[in-house]
């Protein structure tokens, strides 16, 4: 009696298959299943956009002066020193113990501030250099964001034709890079 209700039961869940695997689709479901919604995607060079974005060469130049400047400073502290230490080795064995012995402290003293200055410039130069490319990624991110919203992408890849960015191909068509460039350098 219990196999009969199995088969039965089985019979009749087979046959709630049968019927629901042959139910016609409706004309919508049809229609949205012959025609998927194509994707709009774009690709952006940000080594590109780096190199175009005008406010970023600009600090860079700004950031690429200062460090010169400072190099220069620091160099002819560096020649001082040099003059020093070449003015010790010459004459520092007509001066007397405590000439000597000031002269050489004054030496060290000027030394360990030279290190701390470079130190300091170094460590300074390293975060405007950090501060500058987090704030130019921020403003290429914010770009290509507002890009992709306005001309509905539904997708934008980090493409480089030139290197392995992930993007192997792209048609020259979906390059949205310049779009890019001339959006961070007409935001004012």
């Known amino acids: 009696m219990m196999v009969m209700r199995w088969i039965a039961g089985s019979m009749m869940a087979a046959f709630v298959c049968v019927l629901a ?4 689709v409706s004309a919508q479901e049809n229609t949205a299943a012959a025609a998927p919604r194509a994707q709009k995607i774009g ?3 940000r080594s590109k956009v780096m190199a175009g974005y005008t406010k970023f060469q600009t600090a ?10 400072n190099n ?8 001082d020193l040099k003059k020093l230490k070449e003015e010790y080795e010459k004459s520092g064995n007509t001066w007397s113990a ?14 360990i501030t030279f290190r701390a200055e ?3 410039l170094q460590a300074e130069l390293n975060s405007k ?3 500058l490319t987090k704030t130019t990624k921020d403003e290429i991110e914010t770009a290509i964001r507002e890009i992709g919203q306005a001309g509905s992408y539904d997708l ?3 493409g480089n034709p030139e290197s392995a960015s992930g993007v192997l191909y792209f048609a020259a068509g979906i390059d949205i890079t310049q779009a890019v460039i001339d959006k961070l350098n007409n935001k004012k």
Not at 98 to 107: E, H, P
């Open 118 to 120: 470079l130190n300091r």
């Open 129 to 131: 250099s950090n501060s």
């Open 72 to 79: 220069a400073q620091l160099d002819q502290r560096e020649a």
């Open 60 to 69: 860079r130049t700004t950031l690429e002066a200062e460090m010169k400047a």
């Open 43 to 45: 690709v952006v060079d």
């Open 156 to 158: 934008i890849l980090e």
């Open 21 to 24: 695997a042959s139910a016609p």
């Open 98 to 111: 405590d000439v000597r012995s000031q002269k050489q402290q004054d030496a060290e003293s000027k030394v």
